[in-house]
């Protein structure tokens, strides 16, 4: 199925495996080789998630992964922590319903920063990330999630909705699989946001490899 490519004004391509590197599920000490695997893999985004208190790590780690994404020319996201985003020279940050408001991270991040939104099964959510100048949008959970097993639902339906509605990339997110892709991308959506689906597996390059297999057919 041939699927309209969506580019924000940033002029990075939203579009593919969006890998979320969790360290809930990732031990510390194997972050950034993890990283590296989802990378070699294909993913073509890779997010930051930490929510340790552990500032000093946090910083380090942030800093590491922004010369891994740097030097294979992938975009770091950042997930809520804009001080950290911007202290490590992250290419954005994403944000939740409890996190910063988007006109603050704009204007700490710049007119360049990848700016995604979390929301959730609510398309009124999403259209208002889009007039505040969101670049992307995230839906989910799709399916059931091992890593927010509590998370609220979307349908697919709705999922396709938004992509008939919004003009800006959109992201769904939430227990996918290799397996289970296939539906999602037949509503056209841009990025598969995956981490238990990637990280939680053997052979994290295997398994990006044939996410990325799907979601670019």
Not at 27 to 35: F, G
Not at 55 to 84: E, G, Y
Not at 106 to 114: C, H, K, M, S
Not at 181 to 189: I, S, W, Y
Request: charged fraction near 20%; proline fraction near 4%; aromatic fraction near 4%.
């Amino acid at each position: 199925m041939t699927r309209k490519q969506s580019v924000p004004n940033n002029k990075h391509r939203l579009s593919g495996v969006y890998a979320i590197a969790d360290t809930g599920i990732i031990p510390h000490e194997k972050l950034i080789d993890a990283v590296e695997q989802a990378i070699e893999g294909g993913a073509a985004l890779i997010q930051y998630r930490d929510k340790s208190e552990d500032s000093t790590l946090r910083h380090a780690q942030a800093n590491q992964l922004q010369a891994l994404c740097k030097k294979h020319q992938v975009p770091l996201i950042i997930n809520d922590d804009l001080d950290l985003a911007k202290d490590c020279g992250a290419s954005g940050i994403h944000l939740g319903r409890h996190d910063i408001d988007l006109e603050t991270a704009r204007e700490t991040l710049g007119a360049d920063a990848i700016i995604g939104i979390s929301c959730y099964n609510e398309p009124s959510r999403a259209k208002s990330a889009e007039a505040g100048g969101a670049d992307y949008v995230a839906f989910g959970s799709v399916f059931p999630s091992s890593t927010k097993p509590n998370a609220v639902s979307v349908s697919i339906e709705t999922l396709a909705q938004m992509k008939q509605t919004l003009s800006i990339p959109v992201c769904a997110i939430g227990g996918i699989t290799d397996e289970n892709a296939a539906p999602l991308l037949e509503t056209g959506v841009d990025l598969l946001a995956v981490i238990n689906g990637i990280f939680g597996q053997q052979d994290i390059r295997a398994a990006t490899r044939q996410l990325a297999k799907l979601s670019f057919d």
